[in-house]
T-cell receptor, first 116, second 116 residues
Framework: AQTVTQSQPEMSVQEAETVTLSCTYD???????LFWYKQPPSRQMILVIR??????QNATENRFSVNFQKAAKSFSLKISDSQLGDTAMYFC?????????????FGKGTHLIIQP | ETGVTQSPTHLIKTRGQQVTLRCSSQ?????VSWYQQALGQGPQFIFQ???????GRGNFPPRFSGLQFPNYSSELNVNALELDDSALYLC???????????????FGPGTRLLVL
C-alpha cells in the first residue's frame, strides 16, 4: 500500500513570491509515478506536473518544478512568480506502475493562498 | 479534444436510496477511475474500469458498483445510501495499453452528492 503525507494544511504568500509545498510518500514499489494536482474552488482537479520515479531529472512545467528526492521519498512542488490564479488546494499523489490498478493515492492537500 | 464530463453536477438523496452518477471519458481514453472526496480530504480510489471490466478496486463495500460502456463512458452506482456517502465524486480518464498502469489521469468536474 502507498501513503502520501502533506504536512502543510495551509500556506499563504504574496503575489510574485516563490513558494514550496512539501510532500512525502511511502511505497514498496520499485517503479511508480508521482503527481501534483491543483483543485481550485471550481472543484475540477487539474494536473500540474508528473514525475516518473525512474527518472532522476526533476520535472518542470513553466513556473512549476519539483524537487524529487527518491532516497528520502520526498516530492516537493516549487511555484515561482506566484499568481493570484494559483490560489487553490494542491494535492500530491502517487501511482503504482506494477500489477493491479490501485488508483492514485492522494495526500490530504495544502491550501495555498496567494495574496495580492 | 473533449475533456472529461460528469453528470449531474449536484444531487440530493435520502438515506437508503440508490444513485447513479455518469462520466464521459476524454476522447481517445479507454480507462475510467472513480474517486470519492469527502469534505476537507484528498480523493480516495473507489475502482477502475478498463475495456468494460473492473480491473482494480479500493476499500469500498460492494454497494458501490460500476459499469463501463463500449464508448468508454462509465457509471457509478451506489445502493443503500448512507449519510457518510455525502461527498464529491470524481471521475478520471486515461489511456491504458494494459489496464491503467502509470498513465496520467485527467479529471472531470465532479458530482456533489448530499445524503439526508
Amino acid at each position: 500500500a502507498q501513503t502520501v503525507t502533506q504536512s502543510q494544511p495551509e500556506m499563504s504568500v504574496q503575489e510574485a513570491e516563490t513558494v514550496t509545498l512539501s510532500c512525502t510518500y511511502d511505497t514498496s514499489e520499485s517503479n511508480y509515478y508521482l503527481f501534483w494536482y491543483k483543485q481550485p474552488p471550481s472543484r475540477q482537479m487539474i494536473l500540474v506536473i508528473r514525475q516518473e520515479a525512474y527518472k532522476q531529472q526533476n520535472a518542470t512545467e513553466n513556473r512549476f518544478s519539483v524537487n524529487f528526492q527518491k532516497a528520502a521519498k520526498s516530492f516537493s512542488l516549487k511555484i515561482s512568480d506566484s499568481q493570484l490564479g494559483d490560489t487553490a488546494m494542491y494535492f500530491c499523489a502517487s501511482l503504482s506502475s506494477g500489477g493491479g490498478a490501485d488508483g492514485l493515492t492522494f495526500g490530504k492537500g495544502t491550501h495555498l493562498i496567494i495574496q495580492p | 479534444e473533449t475533456g472529461v464530463t460528469q453528470s449531474p453536477t449536484h444531487l440530493i438523496k435520502t438515506r437508503g436510496q440508490q444513485v447513479t452518477l455518469r462520466c464521459s471519458s476524454q476522447s481517445g481514453h479507454n480507462t475510467v477511475s472513480w474517486y470519492q472526496q469527502a469534505l476537507g480530504q484528498g480523493p480516495q480510489f473507489i475502482f477502475q474500469y478498463y475495456r468494460e471490466e473492473e480491473n482494480g478496486r479500493g476499500n469500498f463495500p460492494p454497494r458501490f458498483s460500476g459499469l463501463q460502456f463500449p464508448n468508454y463512458s462509465s457509471e457509478l452506482n451506489v445502493n443503500a445510501l448512507e449519510l457518510d456517502d455525502s461527498a464529491l465524486y470524481l471521475c478520471a480518464s486515461s489511456f491504458g495499453t494494459s489496464g491503467g498502469y502509470g498513465e496520467t489521469q485527467y479529471f472531470g468536474p465532479g458530482t456533489r452528492l448530499l445524503v439526508l
